[in-house]
């Protein structure tokens, strides 16, 4: 009986010591502060999408969809020439060609994309048009090219003097190294050197979500600069660059694509945030999968994820230091840097 009673009272101190070790790792490592909360809400990557999500904002703000809110933001980035690795005026590939990708995904499951597309400005318009008039989700190349023309859009030369330059100076050395940023992201349409620029493979992902609780998100990417002719990264793969659940969430990507399609890493997200995860931590998740498959590539490259749940909860994690992403909201209008692992 005693026994007994000795072997009781060591479990109930066991499970209290159990319990107070519990309180004790929790407190060292507290769960992260939960962001946003608010709808209509915008979030898009990098430094650029400041223009972006004004004009996506400009859809949300009048009760407009989201469809309609992500496709207005990223054509701002597309049509700017000083934007160097999105559309018009992105690096051309080693043969001088700019060809660009992008996606687009409603909160219908409805998907369009369009991969190594050619002379046209706007390809975030052509990938919904795909979604929207034809039976398939991807067109590509000279397929691409002529649905578009075919639907009225504009053959125009993508490459600007500058990226034509820029590519010149390049084969003078063909050295193809990836950098893990842009060395200044924060593009000075004042201060334009040229050659100058470190662009190589900063996409534009957005998310938005309307006031009717609509989830659509949309990215357009011109790739990394001087690929091989046809090399397609994770922008314009669904599940890979953009993934979008209406009862879950979404999810974008940015970086160096082939690591992203690797771990499908914007489905990945989407599915740890189904199981409970916040939009950060499963972008710490999906970073540190990367991480698992190759770790001393990881070291050397940048990847980063962007996700935003259907409650308009946000977050953001990256391979690097450097990640920066906008959010525009009723309660924000504002710049964050993503958390990092190195």
């Known amino acids: 009986m005693s026994t007994r009673r000795k072997f009781l009272q060591q479990g109930v101190l066991s499970s209290a010591g159990m319990l107070a070790t519990g309180k004790l790792l929790q407190a060292a490592n507290p769960a992260p502060a939960v962001t946003g909360g608010t709808k209509p809400i915008v979030i898009s990557t990098w430094n650029f999408a400041k223009a972006a999500n004004a004009a996506a904002w400009t859809v949300l703000s009048n009760n407009g969809h989201a469809l309609d809110a992500v496709e207005t933001g990223v054509k701002v980035p597309e049509g700017d020439p ?21 996606c687009i995904m409603d909160d219908k499951y409805n998907c369009g994309s369009v991969m190594c597309l050619e002379y046209i400005k706007h390809p975030i318009s052509v990938a919904r048009l795909i979604m929207e008039k034809t039976p398939h989700i991807i067109l590509t190349g000279e397929g691409a090219l002529r649905f578009a023309l075919a639907h009225g859009f504009k053959k125009e030369n993508l490459l600007t003097e500058w990226s034509e330059n ?6 003078k050395k063909s050295n193809y190294s990836p950098v893990k940023n842009i ?93 409970g995860r916040s939009p950060e931590i499963a972008c710490k998740e999906a970073v540190e999968r990367i991480i698992s498959r190759n770790p001393a590539k990881a070291k050397d490259i940048q990847v980063g994820f962007l996700a935003m749940n259907r409650n308009g909860e946000y977050g953001a994690y990256a391979l690097q230091t450097g990640f920066t992403f906008h959010v525009r909201s009723n309660a924000e209008d504002q710049f964050h840097t993503a958390k990092n692992i190195y």
Not at 166 to 171: F, V
Not at 212 to 236: E, H, I, N, W, Y
């Open 166 to 171: 820029y590519w010149k100076e390049w084969l």
């Open 82 to 102: 000083l934007v160097r690795s999105v559309g018009y005026g992105g690096i051309p590939d080693r043969d001088g060609r700019v060809t660009l990708d992008a």
């Open 183 to 275: 060395e200044n992201q924060l593009y000075d349409k004042t201060n334009d050197p040229m050659p100058g620029g470190k662009e190589n493979h900063d996409t534009i992902g957005m998310l938005a979500l309307d006031q009717q609780g609509r989830l659509s998100g949309a990215c357009t990417t011109s790739g990394l600069s001087f690929k091989m002719q046809g090399r397609v990264g994770d922008s314009p793969i669904i599940g890979a660059g953009l993934y979008v659940d209406p009862e879950v969430g979404g999810a974008t990507a940015t970086g160096v694509g082939e690591e992203v399609i690797r771990i499908v890493g914007s489905h990945l997200i989407v599915e740890l945030m189904r199981q």
